[in-house]
């Protein structure tokens, strides 16, 4: 297949360079004639080329009558001309098989559209969000929840998900952390490749799987303080090592598309990045899907200052190696009249084309352009009680027990006197977060309800509303500052309680795109709330709904239990309950590092250790004056309702490149669990100067009262490398740290001579 599509770039290379846009290609019919992809390029104008490199957001409803005017009525009429490749944020059988009936039996060559939509975290049944999916470090449970994404937005006509966003970022204040992997690469690198996996299964082909999108390339996540759209300046140590890994993986795992960013990378946009996009990920990486843009990116390298108007922005991005516009009407109005000046080659065009025909014709789409438009699937897919089942499975493993003091928790279903108290307790919207586009607004189990489900007695008392107006995924969230209906009720009931759950936090549409904050703690009237209910009954148990880390250092010095619950999902309130009442045993670890203070951040586990390390009795080494350097929880970082120990670490050099460990976890507490095995390396000298740790294998097992297992892992020259200041790979023999443990802090460690 590959040698296939690698001599039919070499045939179209070779057309473009002997034949100008207007005229049939001069090669024999035979060479063009064993690719049908390659002979329907030859038969395409330049105006139907562009029109494949094209993509419009769903305009209008399309089962309605045809728009007559404006932006809608030329989107149409480019639609039917054949000037449209893909569309995207149109969903529903009905609709997505009208606008494809057009493509298909209304334009001159029928090329069907590839229909595209962000589903990040499942689509009408939702999953938690991807952060905090991550949390539970089950890579097989994280595949199946992509794959049920891709079930779900299939049977709605969906082929392509803009997903997953696979961003390193080390800073809380940006608000899309929410929708990636967190601050490690390593991690970052196999949970792109299971939701790839889970997204395109083993066959595009097939009606249950969807294209999927590596994104946004590159660097977006290193937006400086932390602010979306933020320039990103880093060196080539970083980019290589920490930035680019997940990319790569998801091209190795496959990944039909790769989605550019917004953002300027070290002063490029990353639309007109030829290095990033073709020296890079074309060349180097071999990457053969296609890139799109992010929405109007081509277009804002005006704004950048890196484009003087559009058609100097379609010609910077063709010629970049952006292979489909979203959005910035750049291509479709100027991209011709580029080709036609000499400005950007027909190669190029015909390069992108091929790529963007390949992943139609991977899905199936010539072959049955309404495949995904399957009104027996679409009844049920998305429903299917399996699905809750399985997000629930999921959110109850990606539930953080940060803190447990005299085992406050588990709480026992007879327990009598509860008091449940703050708004986001009842909220059946929240918790489905900022990204869920296909899902409906209300359908998320409320943790009140999941309480109910468990027959718990308790009284409710919201305490003053967390949002003074309805919140929506475009308008800023107006947080409630004043009207302080319900603090006293709440502080009253709290007073007679024998235990205070508190659920506290951020809105779901306080994280997010353009959600970026520089506050971490919670907003509104909360901690007043909180410190005041403390004042009156010592006995709470907070539970934290966030899309990002918060500081909770108040809370974890005043609160006896606290358990990170993010944004569950559609059964956020029934896995809250679960672990809660010790259903199940909490088993998630932080994919990110959780700040004492917003001062600090960026703040990471895999840091290099500076000249002055410290501590020391003058200021003369790298430190605060007024807050510590350590984390409040580190990455890696959290509880089960068991307690484990370690034992038994060895390394021993298994060749010249590579290292075996072993060492041995029990479960000495009496419940049974899960922990995630961490190991991490340091390289202690080499001729770049590299993280004090580095995260290089996990395992997560299942430990019954008093079982032991012995854990073993490889580490090899992929683990121990990395990539200098060319961005060579390299592995240096010397001394490597070897640790283990249950979180980047507390770790048992042995050094070995390689
Ligand atoms: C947004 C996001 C991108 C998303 C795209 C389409 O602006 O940056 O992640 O996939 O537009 O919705």
Redo the contacts with the bound molecule.
């Keep these: 297949m590959i040698e296939t599509k690698k001599l039919s770039l070499f045939l179209v290379i070779l057309i473009s360079m002997i034949s100008c846009h207007k005229q049939t290609q001069n090669l024999s019919e035979t060479e063009i004639s064993n690719d049908p992809m390659v002979e329907l390029l030859a038969k395409m104008t330049l105006e139907e080329k562009i029109g494949q490199m094209t993509q419009y957001n769903g305009f209008w409803d399309s089962t309605g009558p045809a728009p007559k005017e404006g932006d809608a009525k030329e989107k149409y009429d480019h639609l039917k001309s054949g000037r449209v490749g893909s569309m ?1 944020n149109v969903s529903g059988v009905k609709e997505v098989r009208k606008l494809q009936e057009i493509a298909v039996k209304e334009t001159r060559l029928g090329i069907p559209i590839i229909f595209g939509l ?1 589903v990040i975290h499942g689509h009408k049944t939702l999953a938690p969000i991807p952060l905090a999916e991550v949390a539970s470090w089950d890579l097989d449970a994280i595949e199946q929840s992509a794959r049920m994404g891709a079930e779900e937005a299939s049977a709605r006509g969906i082929n392509w998900t ?1 997903a997953p ?1 696979v961003d390193i970022s080390r800073d809380a204040r940006w608000g899309r952390v929410m929708e990636g992997a967190g601050e490690d690469p390593y991690l970052g690198s196999l949970v792109g490749k299971a939701r790839v996996r889970g997204f395109q299964g083993t066959d595009l082909s097939k009606n249950n799987t969807i294209a999927a999108t590596a ?2 390339f590159a660097g977006y996540g290193f937006a400086e303080s932390g602010r979306d759209y933020n320039a990103a300046d880093v060196g080539t140590v970083t980019l290589f090592n920490t930035i680019l890994p997940p990319f790569k993986a998801c091209v190795d795992e496959n990944v039909a598309t790769v ?1 550019n960013a917004f953002n300027t990378l070290n002063g490029i946009p990353a639309t007109g990045d030829e290095y990033l996009q073709r020296d890079i990920l074309k060349g180097e990486w071999g990457f053969e899907g296609f890139i799109i843009s ?2 109007g990116s081509g277009a804002e390298m005006i704004a950048h200052g890196f484009a003087k108007d559009l058609e100097h922005a379609a010609i910077l991005a063709a010629n970049a190696g952006s292979d489909m516009d979203m959005e910035s009407y750049a291509f479709v109005k100027h991209l011709a009249t580029a080709v036609d000046s000499g400005h950007v080659d027909i190669k190029h065009i015909d390069d992108s084309v091929l790529r963007i025909l390949r992943i139609k014709e991977a899905l199936g789409l010539f072959d049955d352009p309404y495949r995904y438009c399957d009104k027996e699937r679409e009844k049920t897919v998305p429903y299917h009680e399996d699905h809750a089942t399985l997000v629930r499975d999921m959110a109850k493993k990606s539930i953080v027990l940060l803190k447990n003091e005299d085992r406050t928790l588990p709480l026992s279903t007879e327990q009598k006197n509860i008091v449940v108290i703050g708004d986001l307790a009842q909220e059946k919207t929240s918790p489905l977060g900022s990204w869920r586009i296909g899902s409906d607004d209300g359908t998320a189990i409320s943790v009140i309800e999941g309480l109910e489900a468990k027959d718990v007695k308790f009284k409710y008392k919201s305490g003053p509303a967390l949002i003074s107006q309805p919140a929506s995924f475009i308008n800023e969230v107006i947080i409630n500052k004043d009207d302080r209906t319900g603090f006293d009720a709440a502080v009253k009931a709290a007073k007679k309680a024998d235990v205070v759950v508190m659920v506290l936090g951020e809105h779901g549409f306080q994280s997010g ?1 353009g959600r970026s904050r520089t506050d971490l703690g919670f907003p509104g009237m909360q901690q007043e709330l909180l410190e005041a209910v403390k004042e009156v009954n010592d006995n709470i148990v907070l539970v934290v709904m966030s899309g990002r880390p918060l500081v909770l250092t108040w809370a974890e010095e005043n609160v006896p239990a606290i358990v990170q619950a993010w944004q569950l999902g559609t059964e956020s309130g029934n896995a809250i309950a679960d672990v809660l009442f010790g259903e199940y045993n909490p088993s998630g670890k932080l994919p990110m590092t959780f700040p004492r203070d917003v001062g600090q951040v960026p703040i990471y586990y895999n840091k290099l250790n500076t000249g002055r390390p410290g501590p020391s009795d003058l200021v003369f080494w790298s430190h605060y004056i007024d807050e510590s350097n350590n984390p409040l929880y580190p990455f890696g970082y959290g509880l089960s309702y068991t307690q484990y120990k370690y034992s038994g670490l060895k390394a021993v050099a298994s060749g010249p490149k590579s290292i075996t460990v072993d060492l041995t976890v029990s479960n000495v507490g009496e419940m049974a669990g899960e922990e995630v095995v961490q190991l991490y390396i340091q390289d202690k000298v080499a001729s770049v100067s590299r993280p004090i740790k580095e995260l290089k294998g996990f395992e997560k097992i299942m430990l019954q009262p008093g079982e032991s297992k012995v854990v073993s892992f490889e580490l090899t020259e992929q683990e121990l490398g990395f990539f200098n200041t060319k961005g060579t790979f390299i592995f240096e023999p010397g001394e490597f740290t070897v640790m283990v443990g249950p979180n980047s802090r507390d770790l048992s460690t042995t050094t070995i001579e390689l």
Excluded: V
Aim: no cysteine; proline share 0%; charged share 40%.
């Design positions: 995207l962000d803009f966003m994104k946004h989605m992010d929405w795109e």
